[in-house]
C-alpha cells in the first residue's frame, strides 16, 4: 500500500461487495483520496495504465454500477459540509459524506433537506447518482433537490456546474444529477435546504383493496403517502407523513425499539430465516408480519420520520409506472403471486414522485408511482422478479438505476424520450469511456 498525504491507494485489492452480497469485483487497485487534487492525478494515472475507473459509496445499489476490474475509487475521505449558503438556503457538501451525517449535521444548523428516502446509509453521491428517492406529492427524488455538481471527468480535470451556470452548464446539471457514474466522479453536490420543519407521521394498517380503489383519495390528501403491501395476504401498513405547526411528540424509546428493531428488524430477521428454510410457512408468516405493527401517529423532524433502520438484508427490484397505471400494476402483481408457486416473505413497497425533468430520472416527464419487490438475502429470487419485471415492463416501467433489473439500452431509449441527450452529453464528457463498466455498456450502450 502507498499514500500520498493522507490519501491512500491499495495495489492488492482484495474482492469487493455489495451490501446485498449479489455483486463482487476484483478491482485492480483500490484509492482513497483525500482531496478533489489527489482523485484527479488517480483518473490520469489510470488513463496512463489504461484502466477504467469507477466510484463506489457503501454498496447499498443491488446492480454493478459501481463494479470495476480496474480502479475503484472510495471517497470516505472526501466528506463533511464545505458550506452552507443562508441567502441562497443551500448547503454544498463532500460527495463520500453519508446521508445520516449530512442530514443530522443540517438538523443541527436548524435546516432539513426537503425529502428523502427511507434509509441513510448511502453517500450522498451514490444516492443521488443512481436516483434515490423518497415518496411525495410535490417532491420525491433526493437529485431534484441539486443545485449544483462538481466532478472529476475523464481527463482528470474539475467540472463545476449549477443551474445558475451557463447554458452548457446547466445542461449538464440535467443529466448528471442522476449521473449512474457514466459522465464523471462526482465530488461534491450542492443541494438546496430550508428551515428545519416537523412532520406528523400516521401509520395504519388497511386492507389491500381499500388502499387501491381509495389511491387517488390518499395520494391527494397527503404530503407524502406511501404503502407496504404483504403478498399471500389482503392487508397492507399504510403511512402518511405531513408537515406539522407541532408540538413534537416522538416515538417514545420503548416502543420505538420494540416496534422499529425488535418487530421490523429481530424478529423480522428470524421470520425470514424459517421461511428460507421452509418455504411452506411463508404465506402464515406473512399473515403474523401484516398484523404485527400496531397504528401509531407520532411527530419529528423530518430525517427521523422518512428513514427506517434496514437492518434485515434482502435483494431489491423497483420500477417506476406511471401513476395512473399503478393500481393496474398491482391488481396484476397479486394475481400473480395468488396463482404462482412463489413464497414471498418481503412485503412490496409501493410510493410515488411527481414529474421532474431530469434527464434519466425515473420519473423525467411524468408523474410515477414505485413498485419495489423484495427477497430475503440467500432466497432464490428470479423468478419472482422475472414474473414482475414482465408486469412493470407492459406498462413502460422505468427500472431503479441501482436495482435489479434486466433491460438495456434499446429500451431505456424507449421509455426515456431525452435518452439520446443523455448518451450524447456522454460521448462529449466520456469518449474513451474510462468510467465505462459492464453495467454501463448495457444500459446506455457501447
Not at 474482492?15 to 476484483?26: D, E, K
Not at 475509487?73 to 441567502?87: K, V
Not at 438556503?89 to 445520516?100: D, I, N, R, S, W
Not at 480535470?157 to 464523471?184: D, F, K, P
Amino acid at each position: 500500500m502507498s499514500s500520498t498525504a493522507s490519501g491512500t491507494t491499495s495495489t492488492s485489492s482484495g474482492t469487493w461487495r455489495n451490501w446485498a452480497g449479489n455483486v463482487t469485483a476484483r478491482p485492480v487497485r483500490e484509492v482513497t483520496p483525500a482531496s478533489v487534487d489527489e482523485l484527479s492525478a488517480a483518473v490520469r494515472q489510470a488513463a496512463e495504465d489504461g484502466l477504467r475507473v469507477k466510484a463506489v459509496g457503501t454498496g447499498h445499489s443491488f446492480t454493478s454500477a459501481a463494479a470495476t476490474d480496474g480502479v475503484l475509487i472510495r471517497p470516505q475521505l472526501l466528506t463533511g459540509i464545505r458550506g452552507i449558503d443562508r441567502d441562497a438556503m443551500t448547503v454544498t457538501v463532500e460527495a463520500g459524506t453519508p446521508l445520516k451525517r449530512l442530514n443530522m449535521a443540517l438538523a443541527r444548523e436548524g435546516l432539513s433537506l426537503t425529502n428523502m428516502g427511507d434509509i441513510m446509509e448511502q453517500t450522498v453521491s451514490g444516492a443521488t447518482s443512481t436516483g434515490t428517492h423518497g415518496t411525495g406529492r410535490e417532491s420525491a427524488s433526493i437529485a431534484v433537490q441539486i443545485k449544483g455538481l462538481e466532478l472529476v471527468t475523464a481527463d482528470g480535470s474539475v467540472l463545476t456546474c449549477s443551474e445558475n451556470g451557463t447554458a452548457e452548464e446547466r445542461a449538464i446539471l440535467a443529466a448528471a444529477r442522476i449521473g449512474i457514474g457514466a459522465l464523471g466522479i462526482v465530488t461534491a453536490i450542492t443541494f438546496a435546504v430550508e428551515p428545519l420543519f416537523l412532520l406528523t407521521a400516521r401509520e395504519e394498517p388497511m386492507a389491500f383493496d381499500r388502499v387501491l380503489a381509495e389511491f387517488d383519495e390518499l395520494w391527494a390528501e397527503n404530503e407524502h403517502f406511501e404503502f407496504y403491501w404483504f403478498p399471500h395476504t389482503g392487508n397492507t401498513n399504510t403511512k402518511r407523513n405531513n408537515r406539522s405547526a407541532g408540538p413534537e411528540k416522538p416515538i417514545p424509546p420503548l416502543s420505538g425499539w420494540f416496534e422499529d428493531e425488535f418487530l421490523s428488524n429481530g424478529v423480522f430477521q428470524v421470520a425470514n430465516w424459517v421461511g428460507r428454510a421452509v418455504p411452506a410457512t411463508v404465506p402464515t408468516i406473512a399473515r403474523i408480519s401484516s398484523r404485527a405493527l400496531s397504528a401509531r401517529t407520532y411527530t419529528d423532524i423530518p430525517y427521523k420520520v422518512f428513514t427506517s433502520p434496514r437492518r434485515v438484508r434482502f435483494v431489491e427490484m423497483e420500477y417506476a409506472v406511471p401513476r395512473a397505471a399503478l393500481v393496474d400494476t398491482l391488481r396484476e402483481l397479486k394475481a400473480m403471486v395468488d396463482r404462482s408457486p412463489l413464497r414471498v416473505s418481503f412485503p412490496v413497497e409501493v410510493r410515488t414522485a411527481p414529474a421532474d425533468d431530469i434527464t434519466l430520472s425515473t420519473a423525467s416527464g411524468r408523474d410515477s408511482a414505485y413498485v419495489a419487490v423484495h427477497m430475503f438475502k440467500g432466497t432464490p429470487y428470479r423468478a419472482y422478479f422475472t414474473a414482475a419485471e414482465r408486469i412493470f415492463t407492459a406498462h413502460e416501467g422505468r427500472p431503479h438505476w441501482g436495482k435489479v433489473h434486466t433491460r438495456d439500452a434499446d429500451y431505456f431509449s424507449g421509455v426515456y424520450p431525452r435518452f439520446g441527450e443523455f448518451t450524447a452529453l456522454r460521448d462529449r464528457l466520456d469518449p474513451d469511456r474510462r468510467f465505462q463498466n459492464d453495467y454501463l455498456r448495457r444500459v446506455l450502450g457501447p
